[in-house]
């Protein structure tokens, strides 16, 4: 057990929802009632107190990613949002404590950028299709087939990859990356890893050739151009919003295409009268809550990963100290440079959006 945490055993000892809690919680009950039940409200408000508590007692921060559930994300999360958004708080955090409220990933990006604070996560098991896709031989096999050829590397991969990369990226700047990677190296090609469809994507997007990996998110890979012409027929009106994890036939049939921040920016900034996410489900739920003239069509799929993470564990995570993530310092300076080279580009004056017209085009990439 760490210092300064408390031996504490599973389950969560019961916290009463007590009359004084209820009127603590009222405002956060008012913002969410619509998405979360009474029943469920009497367990989560006296957590989601003693959670804030625990923050402030510890000096610890909760980075939620835009999958939590609205009780983690609205109730809880100190800084919400995107890979790229949580990865940039990461850094410039002040706090001694960095609990991620998202996968395995983001948390080792946190440790990567923050290695003198102490990263927790609160499920261990909290892992990612993308980044169980690829290992760090994979990666050196790769280099040594393409000499002098920049590798990019979605931050959705483990630090050991991370470490073998030369810049990292997420949806939110995967076109940028690979133009400046390509500029910076002087060449006309980039390895562009591990995600098949962003990698696709973004080929649509650029002059740049693009090698790419046959990894997929499990729940992004899951749409079809089929169920886009479905919605089309059965919601004329909405608009439909999807995340470039998706195949290329679901971002030729949206209207826009962004990471998870560029969506719910483009709702709360154009305030659709119908709209769709193509995405995983808790994304509808928060931006739900903030956009209440917006109705929501929900044809998502869960994250089994991000779903690990709940109030529960957030709170044993704050009392305990587990599970603490670490990463080999020899592994964490490698892949810092990465990370690094990626948080110290220019941070896009809007969310970056995928231009359709571009989107529709089809572009050969070669696959490894
Ligand atoms: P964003 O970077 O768009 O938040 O996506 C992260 C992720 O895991 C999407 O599946
Ligand atoms: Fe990984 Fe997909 Fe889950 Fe995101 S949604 S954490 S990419 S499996």
């Known amino acids: 057990m760490r210092d300064g945490f408390a031996v504490s055993e599973f389950p969560v000892p019961a916290l009463d929802f007590t009359p004084a809690v209820e009127a603590e919680t009222r405002p956060l009950w008012e913002k969410l009632k619509s998405r979360v039940t009474p029943i469920e409200w009497r367990t989560q408000a006296p957590l989601i107190l003693a959670i804030n508590a625990l923050k402030r007692e510890k000096n610890a921060v909760i980075l939620a990613h835009n999958y939590m559930t609205p009780e983690i994300f609205h109730g809880v999360g100190d800084y919400v949002g995107d890979s790229l958004g949580l990865a940039r708080e990461a850094a410039r ?37 993308l980044a169980s896709s690829i290992t760090a031989a994979d990666v050196r096999l790769i280099k040594q087939r393409y000499p002098g050829v920049p590798v990019v590397t979605y931050v959705n991969t483990s630090a050991e990859v991370k470490a073998e990369t030369d810049i990292c990226c997420t949806s939110a700047n995967a076109v940028q990356v690979v133009e400046a990677a390509a500029a910076e190296w002087g060449v006309d090609r980039v390895i562009l890893i591990p995600d098949e469809y962003l990698a696709k994507n973004v080929a649509r997007q650029t002059e740049i050739k693009i090698i790419a990996w046959q990894g997929r998110c499990e729940v992004h890979e899951r749409f079809t151009g089929a169920d886009m012409a479905e919605l089309r027929e059965a919601y004329p009106n909405a608009e439909i919003l999807a995340h470039p994890e998706c195949p290329t036939d679901v971002i030729e049939a949206s209207d826009f295409t962004g990471s998870t921040a560029a969506m719910s920016d483009y709702v709360m900034r154009r305030k659709p009268k119908q709209v769709v996410l193509i995405t995983e489900c808790s994304m509808a739920d928060n931006v739900a809550v903030d956009a209440p003239e917006t109705e929501f069509v929900r ?6 990963h991000m779903k690990r993470i709940t109030l529960e564990n957030i709170y044993q995570t704050l009392l305990t100290g587990q599970f603490e993530v670490t990463v080999d310092p020899a592994i964490a300076a490698r892949a810092r440079a990465a990370v690094q080279r990626m948080v110290d580009l220019p941070p896009p004056l809007k969310p970056a959006r995928y231009d359709l017209v571009k989107a529709r085009h089809h572009v050969e990439v070669e696959l490894i």
């Open 93 to 129: 955090s002040d706090a001694a404590i960095i609990v991620q409220a998202g996968v395995h990933f983001m948390a080792e990006t946190s440790k990567i950028l923050a290695p003198d604070k102490t990263v927790l996560i609160p499920d261990l098991r909290a892992g990612c299709s």
């Open 299 to 304: 044809p998502c799929n869960l994250c089994p």
